[in-house]
T-cell receptor
Framework: AQKVTQAQTEISVVEKEDVTLDCVYE???????LFWYKQPPSGELVFLIR??????QNEISGRYSWNFQKSTSSFNFTITASQVVDSAVYFC?????????????FGKGTLLTVNP | EAQVTQNPRYLITVTGKKLTVTCSQN?????MSWYRQDPGLGLRQIYY???????DKGDVPEGYKVSRKEKRNFPLILESPSPNQTSLYFC?????????????FGPGTRLTVT
């Protein structure tokens, strides 16, 4: 069975601080896909990144960076120099490659509050 | 613009009154799915469809029905809603196969059952 754990329920930081959101996953598949989504107060889900299990290269996109480590089954997300607009719930999700269901298994989310 | 649309966005209803939440995508995706989001539980899959006339249960299908008569539409039907179905619902779509594994989500439907 698949499982995604986001141990941090809530994080509060002051603007310009760096913050890391943790994600640990469990799966028996050797090929799988990891995602991060952002859910701002308006409620929609915004896709941030997808990472394939066979590609452990870390990625940076502006102030966002992701650290994928298969050895520890982790896919952590760092926001550098946080801004108030980064305040949202962030979800980590996992999808296996096979089967007929492209179901995303989500973590329970981390509520990030960035204070001015 | 490529998108997934849901209607209504907000709905307050009473126990037992049948309702349908519509979902439509304009990307010609084969795969569509419904999720519900509840505080502390994240998002859980209700039903999914691999193509027209092909649907199957997700993790929490009780109390819901779906149909897939057209490729673009995947309505979620609550025949007799109950208060425990009060939730935020998301429809998602994705192409089958290929190298794109992102699921495109609709804007969400906030349902309250009293």
């Amino acid at each position: 069975a698949q499982k995604v754990t986001q141990a941090q329920t809530e994080i509060s930081v002051v603007e310009k601080e760096d913050v890391t959101l943790d994600c640990v996953y469990e799966t028996r598949d050797t090929t799988y896909y990891l995602f991060w989504y952002k859910q701002p107060p308006s409620g929609e889900l915004v896709f941030l990144i997808r990472r394939n299990s066979f590609d452990e290269q870390n990625e940076i996109s502006g102030r966002y960076s992701w650290n994928f480590q298969k050895s520890t089954s982790s896919f952590n997300f760092t926001i550098t120099a946080s801004q108030v607009v980064d305040s949202a719930v962030y979800f980590c999700a996992l999808r296996n490659s096979g089967g007929s269901n492209y179901k995303l298994t989500f973590g329970k989310g981390t509520l990030l509050t960035v204070n001015p | 613009e490529a998108q997934v649309t849901q209607n209504p966005r907000y709905l307050i209803t009473v126990t037992g009154k049948k309702l349908t939440v519509t979902c439509s995508q304009n990307m010609n995706h084969e795969y569509m799915s419904w999720y519900r989001q509840d505080p502390g539980l994240g998002l859980r899959q209700i039903y999914y469809s691999m193509n027209v006339e092909v649907t199957d249960k997700g993790d929490v299908p009780e109390g819901y029905k779906v149909s897939r008569k057209e490729k673009r539409n995947f309505p979620l039907i609550l025949e007799s809603p109950s208060p425990n179905q009060t939730s935020l619902y998301f429809c998602a779509s994705s192409p089958l196969g290929g190298r794109t594994y992102e699921q495109y989500f609709g804007p969400g439907t906030r349902l309250t059952v009293t």
